[in-house]
């Protein structure tokens, strides 16, 4: 069945670093993925998505590129802040089955000022 | 606009108990679904509802969870009896159901503990 990889946490950075969060698909349709964030006390929220492949996500400087041929969705950010501790969820939806979200473990983001 | 309400907030039962958690959509939302998530883990479809009829619940253990959805608009999910392994945050989210974008609008969640 489909599944969702990610980057084993947690993660501890200082702010202003860059930050990647691997993920990794596995599907047997064509997928849509998604990014989603939890912050402290808060529901989950969706952060970015990509419906194609080579399609680039992008909100709040965080950007993820739709990559087909390695099946993956990296989440990346520049330059991070304090405020982007949070829990990141990558998921994919497939295609033809309804809005059904996949997700995968979770990676728990920490910045440190 | 309301975003998805959910309630309680936290629940701490015995095992061998019942609870129920109670959901409230976003206005217009045709799709509802229940996911479940263990600490540590991410969020695992329970249940998921288009309008009023279950669409998918391959992933509810039907022996002691059920759900239903009133009228197409609030929802209900119960445990009886409950188990140590139920032991989870109960996520509650909706989508207008239209369009494949999979972007969910997700409650703030019900905590259950079963001691």
């Known amino acids: 069945g489909d599944s969702v990889t990610q980057m084993e946490g947690p993660v501890t950075l200082s702010e202003e670093a860059f930050l990647t969060i691997n993920c990794t698909y596995t599907?047997?349709?064509?997928?849509?993925l998604f990014w989603y964030v939890q912050y402290p006390g808060e529901g989950l929220q969706l952060l970015l998505k990509a419906t194609k492949a080579d399609d680039k996500g992008s909100n709040k400087g965080f950007e993820a590129t739709y990559r087909k041929e390695t099946t993956s969705f990296h989440l990346e950010k520049g330059s991070v802040q304090v405020s982007d501790s949070a829990v990141y969820f990558c998921a994919l939806s497939d295609r033809g089955r309804g809005q059904k979200l996949v997700f995968g473990q979770g990676t728990r983001l920490t910045i440190n000022p | 606009e309301a975003g998805v309400a959910q309630s309680p907030r936290y629940k701490i039962i015995e095992k061998r108990q019942s609870v129920a958690f109670w959901c409230n959509p976003i206005?217009?939302?045709?799709?509802l679904y229940w996911y479940q998530q263990i600490l540590g883990q991410g969020p695992k479809l329970l249940i998921q509802?288009?309008?009023?009829?279950?669409?998918?619940d391959s992933q509810l253990p039907k022996d002691r969870f059920s759900a239903e959805r009133l009228k197409g608009v609030d929802s209900t999910l119960k445990i009886q009896p409950a188990k140590l392994e139920d032991s989870a945050v109960y996520l509650c989210?909706?989508?207008?159901?239209?369009?494949?974008?999979?972007?969910?609008?997700f409650g703030e969640g019900s905590r259950l503990t079963v001691l």
């Open positions: 509802f288009q309008n009023n009829g279950v669409v998918d």
């Open positions: 599907a047997t349709g064509y997928p849509s």
């Open positions: 989210a909706s989508s207008l159901g239209t369009v494949d974008t999979g972007e969910l609008f």
């Open positions: 206005s217009g939302h045709a799709t």
